[in-house]
T-cell receptor, first 113, second 114 residues
Framework: NAGVTQTPKFRILKIGQSMTLQCTQD?????MYWYRQDPGMGLKLIYYSVGAGITDKGEVPNGYNVSRSTTEDFPLRLELAAPSQTSVYFC????????????FGNGTRLTVT | GDSVTQMEGPVTLSEEAFLTINCTYT??????LFWYVQYPGEGLQLLLKATKADDKGSNKGFEATYRKETTSFHLEKGSVQVSDSAVYFCALSERQGGSEKLVFGKGTKLTVNP
């Protein structure tokens, strides 16, 4: 059982470049999330989705976009990369709305120079 | 909004020592509380949770009790092992509309030496 799979594991971008972080889960979870983790700052929610076709902003959505065309996939798009987006990005999913544990991927380490 | 404050790290202990990582929260409602653990190079994993006041969550020798009167959820383990070395995150659930989102503390890095 693969769980939540994120690709790539590492990426270096130049300022102004674009990229898509991929996230897929095989647990048939409706709820999916994107977090960024900065050193000493915990995790901040970027975007989340409660099902296919439904997405909403989290705490730090600026500079990012998401889509949810299928239950399994929840890609995160960076259109114009900036150094402030250097971070580790985690995708997570859960099976229900409340009190359900999050299942995390192993993360994507992104550096923007 | 809701928030979580956990003790600053890093914490360094010898094997078999007693562990406490403090966590306090601020919330307008009655959130569920969680501890997640992150091993090097991996994503976070749920360690334990408690959904109402006075509940005790436990797993792998770790325990935490939901204390509403002190708004706390401190993580404890009686005898740590080298394999417990990781970053520990306290979190609460925040309900907004038809879903629930987690608010995380900043994390506490634990290193256990043999």
């Amino acid at each position: 059982n693969a769980g939540v799979t994120q690709t790539p594991k590492f990426r270096i971008l130049k300022i102004g470049q674009s990229m898509t972080l991929q996230c897929t889960q095989d647990m048939n979870h409706n709820y999916m999330y994107w977090y960024r983790q900065d050193p000493g700052m915990g995790l901040k929610l970027i975007y989340y989705s409660v099902g296919a076709g439904i997405t909403d902003k989290g705490e730090v959505p600026n500079g990012y976009n998401v889509s949810r065309s299928t239950t399994e996939d929840f890609p995160l798009r960076l259109e114009l990369a900036a150094p402030s987006q250097t971070s580790v990005y985690f995708c997570a999913s859960s099976g229900s709305a409340y009190n359900s544990p999050l299942h995390f991927g192993n993360g994507t380490r992104l550096t923007v120079t | 909004g809701d928030s979580v404050t956990q003790m600053e790290g890093p914490v360094t202990l010898s094997e078999e020592a007693f562990l406490t990582i403090n966590c306090t929260y601020t919330a307008t409602g009655y959130p569920s509380l969680f501890w997640y653990v992150q091993y090097p190079g991996e994503g976070l994993q749920l360690l334990l949770k408690a959904t109402k006041a006075d509940d005790k969550g436990s797993n792998k020798g770790f325990e935490a009790t939901y204390r509403k009167e002190t708004t706390s959820f401190h993580l404890e383990k009686g005898s740590v092992q080298v394999s417990d070395s990781a970053v520990y995150f306290c979190a609460l659930s925040e309900r907004q509309g038809g879903s629930e989102k987690l608010v995380f503390g900043k994390g506490t890095k634990l290193t256990v030496n043999p």
